[in-house]
């Protein structure tokens, strides 16, 4: 009997297994991988095999394999590429099976689900499990699909567990999620048994979908560091993805344009009436105000202004025509309830980590409605930690769209990358947390701070070099000092008072060591000097990552062989030229050669991104840091080289040099308004955030159209991704160096720009900037200070330009502004400006409509001339409050460059399609119907074009410039480059025939 029993047990472990019902997912790289995994787990509890590919990285053999035995499939295809992926891949399969499928596509309206082969209502709820996402959801998802698969009633299984429609979050909490903000403060209070009230309050903005996917380490990490370094961490979601679809669901399709742009700011949620919240009528900062909380910024800050109204759906839909530079939006009201509390909107700092591309416009006014400074969190998805490492870029030209430009047009301020992708799971990177944690954190120090206890520290330039020069392309650095000192003294900081001659003598003091060898003992008998031991500075150089510490050693040699070593009471150690003012220090940024009399040429290091930091370098921004114990720095006026110093071009490592010299303190940065391309690289590689000032004013005939062309085909062509636009603009760029015989002054062979473009690029920037040194403007810009009347009547009708000309009778102006300037005085448009503009002459006296127009426009560009923003911009900026972004450029060419005191940006709608973009679209047309005529013929009947925002972005309008070739039109640009209008293009350019 016990044989027997034995054979039967062998035979029956012998027989196969029954097979689990397979379950087949479909998606590709975009959606990380890591959701995948945490489902098989959940799947195989519940006798399902999952099986899971990413069909754009596993190609049609991952697709067999998933799909051969499954008995239902799912589409991970959150965007319409990710749809098309699946389709080219796995197509044919999936039609041939017809197995039935749920389509997710979270992120492609109007449907974002689909139901295939199945009912729609089981596809809904499959949807609703996988889309809400967490543990729970998924063990519910996979008990439905079981019964499904093998005809049992659901009737029993749980429904969906939505996550509330905005929420807050901490991975303490064992519900993860709260709803109402209230119920968190008492909880955090209770948890940590301190008081949220006393501590920074750090906003986190992120995407529902982190917790749904399992991405949560990033935001357990992220409360964890900010609850370390003594802040609150605020972290939040304002609407989730089930209840965006079932909302669509509800109403037949997602919501219009205008729709959107009124939810905007709050995600479509309720506003909340709790005890003291803003009325409709009240903004963010008096709804403050009625709280009795002062602004923040202490002391002596300046008061936000009270604007009164919310947007209507009229003014938020009309915000976005006004380009290249909208406009003022309406005020709207912080009504979000996650942040707003007892009527004040929490949050000091936000840091963002979500998606920004839906109505830029909306989070732009939300934003500007809040008032604090906001950070760009940013994520390596391409690759590991390791590979972010060795990553030059570090964010590559294809990925702008969704992770800079976007960002820099709502006014987001210093890109951090916190996480790498580690085998599906976003992981932050210990010393990137500090950057954006230990940043955050002191910017809401600096705001609550009263301005009679901050320390600032301000850099000057000494470009080009020279013993007594503070440069700073046409602004006068001495002056605006001494008039941004006085200015920030009647604001309550603790500043000594100065003036031009003043700070022209300390300059010269502070120089002459980096001009004469053996002066730097003369330094030391003057007040303009501090101190840096060498044993503290070598403390903290070896705390660096050796293979930086070893390159700076090769190529500067070690620190006690400085220049700028010396010995003060027998302690050795660099000596620091400033000029110290109280609670100011005014310091000439150290140069990149460490002295003029280094065999290293300034000049050529000036822009150099391979040469390593010298040791005086670092030991200077050093001392601003851990002995001056800066508050702010303020880097003044275009431009310094902090920003140039090696490292990836853009999402920098910790451990960059632009960020081993500034750390976590907060930058402002003056930067003149016509640069937007170099002021790209502030906001980029400096950490700064940009406050914009004026250009001098030039006579008409100074101002060359030739410079201004090249310069803009330059800052387009660093802004673009590979490709044929790119090729384009190098072209342009090179035909355009030829007209003005650059390349002669240069001593380049015609032959040989193209094969070394580069630095050929790079030889033209610096001539440009020379160049403009050199230009003759009337004066020089005080920051904060207006141009005397004359310069202002003069800007303006140059301005007004052409039109104003053509209507006084200046047929030739060119010809007629050639002489002494003195004489531009007396010239028709001149007066016309004075008079109508200038001496507020009654416009009803102009019978003419067009000179009426003409002068109501020109008193528009009066008041945006005036430069008290400037100062203004710096102001906010040692506040650490929000400081508005705008595009900038040549005043006189793009007039909504102005006003200035802004927070500029690169990527201007109004110049799409730019001219290079367009003679690529129209290469790509011909081609197009040239090979559709090969292929077929005879000519095409049809074209469909699929337009993305992110292409117009990454390709400066090439696909608008298909489109509008096709049609046959082109743009018309004014001489700025923006697009003022389209032309027909006769048929016999066209080179078709009509039938």
Avoid: C
């Avoid at 342009?732 to 015989?741: G, R, T």
């Avoid at 119907?929 to 009947?941: C, D, L, R, S």
Wanted: hydrophobic share 40%; no cysteine.
């Amino acid at each position: 009997m016990k044989h027997w029993i034995a054979t039967l047990l062998i035979a029956l472990i012998s027989l196969p297994a029954v097979a689990a019902d397979k379950v087949a997912i479909l998606s590709t790289k975009f959606v990380l991988e890591r959701k995948f995994k945490l489902m098989e787990t959940v799947a195989k509890s519940h006798g399902i095999e999952l099986a899971w590919t990413q069909v754009d990285a596993e190609g049609e053999a991952g697709a067999k394999r998933v799909l051969d035995g499954a008995r239902m499939v799912l589409f991970d295809a959150p965007r319409s590429d990710d749809s098309a992926q699946i389709e080219r891949v796995a197509g044919k399969w999936l039609r041939e099976k017809a197995l039935p499928t749920t389509s997710i596509n979270v992120m492609s309206p109007p449907v974002r689900m689909r139901a295939i082969a199945m009912d729609k209502a089981q596809a809904q709820r499959v949807f609703d499990y996988y889309v809400g996402g967490t543990r729970i959801n998924h063990e519910r998802l996979f008990q439905y699909l079981s019964a499904i698969i093998n005809n049992k009633d659901t009737a029993s299984i749980e429904p969906p567990m939505a996550l509330p429609n905005g929420g807050i979050y901490h991975p303490a909490y064992d519900k993860l999620v709260f709803d109402k903000l209230a119920d968190y403060l008492t909880w955090w209070d209770a948890k940590t048994g301190r008081s949220w009230v006393a501590a920074p309050i750090i906003g986190v903005e992120m995407s529902s979908s982190y917790i749904s996917d399992g991405q949560q380490r990033m935001l357990d990490e992220t409360v964890q560091a900010i609850e370390q370094a003594g802040a609150f961490p605020l972290m939040f979601y304002r609407g989730s993805r089930t209840a965006r679809a079932t909302r669509e669901a509800s109403a037949g399709g997602p919501p219009t344009v205008a729709a959107s742009a009124t939810q905007g700011a709050t995600g479509g949620r309720p506003v909340w009436a709790g005890a003291g919240a803003a009325t409709a009528g009240q903004t963010a900062t008096a709804a403050v105000a009625a709280a009795g909380r002062p602004p923040r910024g202490g002391g002596g800050g300046r008061p936000a202004a009270t604007e009164a109204a919310t947007a209507t759906e009229e003014d938020l839909l009309s915000a976005g025509t006004q380009f290249p530079n909208p406009k003022e939006v309406a005020a709207v009201a912080v009504d979000e309830p996650l942040i707003t509390y007892r009527g004040k909107v929490l949050p000091q700092v936000l840091m963002v980590n979500t998606f920004l591309g839906v109505d830029p416009e909306a989070r732009k006014a939300w934003h500007k409605a809040m008032g604090v400074p906001v950070i760009n969190v940013l994520s390596y998805r391409t690759g590991t930690r390791a590979e972010y490492y060795k990553d030059n870029v570090g964010v590559s030209s294809f990925y702008l769209p969704f992770s800079l430009t976007n960002a820099e047009y709502i006014g987001l301020q210093d890109p951090v990358v916190l996480t790498a992708n580690e085998g599906g799971e976003l992981t932050p990177m210990p010393e990137q947390m500090n950057l954006l944690v230990g940043k955050a954190v002191n910017l809401a120090r600096l705001q609550t701070a009263a301005n009679t206890d901050k320390q600032v520290a301000l850099f000057f330039w000494n470009h080009p070099p020279g013993e007594k020069n503070q440069g700073a392309s046409n602004l006068n650095v001495p002056r605006s000092l001494e008039y941004l000192v006085a200015r920030l003294r009647a604001e309550g900081y603790a500043f000594d008072e100065t003036n031009e001659a003043a700070v022209i003598a300390a300059v010269g003091q502070m120089l002459r060591p980096a001009y004469r060898p053996g002066t730097l003992p003369e330094l030391m008998k003057t007040a303009h000097w501090d101190f840096m031991p060498l044993v503290d500075y070598q403390r903290w150089f070896a705390t660096l990552p050796a293979p930086i510490r070893a390159a700076t050693d090769k190529f500067w040699g070690p620190a006690e062989k400085s220049y700028w070593i010396a010995k003060k009471d027998g302690v050795t150690g660099f000596v620091i030229p400033r000029m110290k003012l109280g609670k100011l220090v005014i310091m000439p940024q150290p140069m990149r050669s460490e002295s003029a009399a280094s065999e290293k040429d300034e000049k050529k290091m000036f822009h150099d991104t391979k040469v390593p930091l010298n040791h005086f370098y670092m030991a200077t921004y050093l001392w601003t840091r851990a002995q001056f114990k800066a508050n702010a720095i303020v880097h003044f006026g275009t431009h310094g080289t902090q920003e140039w110093t090696p490292g990836k071009e853009r999402g920098l490592w910790a451990y960059d040099d632009p960020n081993i010299l500034v750390g976590n303190t907060p930058i402002i940065y003056p930067y003149i308004v016509d640069n937007i391309g170099e002021a790209i690289h502030v906001k980029r590689r400096g950490r700064g955030v940009i406050v914009s000032h004026q250009t001098p004013a030039f006579a008409p005939a100074g101002l060359s159209d030739d410079f201004v062309k090249i310069n803009d085909q330059i800052r387009e062509y660093q802004s673009l991704d590979s490709g044929l636009v790119k090729d384009n603009n190098r072209k342009l760029i090179i035909e355009q160096a030829v007209k003005m015989n650059i390349h002669k002054d240069l001593k380049w062979k015609v032959a040989d720009l193209e094969r070394d473009f580069d630095k050929f690029l790079r030889d033209i920037e610096d001539y440009l900037e020379d160049l403009g040194a050199a230009m003759q403007p009337l004066g020089l810009h005080t920051l904060g200070k207006d141009a005397e009347r004359a310069h202002q009547i003069s800007n303006v009708m140059q301005m007004l330009g052409q039109p104003l000309y053509e209507k006084t009778g200046v047929k030739n102006a060119k010809a007629a502004f050639k002489g002494d300037y003195k004489q531009l005085q007396q010239t028709k448009p001149y007066r016309f400006v004075e008079d109508y503009v200038f001496a507020d002459k009654p416009l009803d006296e102009l019978t003419d409509p067009q000179l009426k127009k003409l002068a109501q426009r020109g008193r528009e560009f009066a008041i945006a001339l005036r430069a008290a923003w400037e100062v203004e911009g710096v102001s906010k900026g040692l506040s650490a409050r929000w400081i508005d972004p705008s595009y900038g450029g040549d005043p006189i060419r793009n007039p909504d460059a102005l006003h200035t005191g802004r927070n500029m940006y690169g990527f201007d709608p109004g110049r799409v399609p730019t001219k290079a973009a367009y003679e690529a679209g129209k290469q790509a047309v011909q081609q197009l119907i040239t090979t559709y005529q090969a292929t077929h013929g005879k000519f095409p009947e049809k074209l469909a074009f699929t337009m993305w925002s992110t292409e117009t972005m990454r390709h400066l309008g090439m696909l608008e410039a298909q489109i509008l070739y096709a049609m046959g039109v082109k743009p018309t640009w004014d001489e700025g480059g923006r697009v003022t209008g389209m032309a027909v293009i006769p048929v016999a350019e066209l080179g078709v025939k009509l039938q």
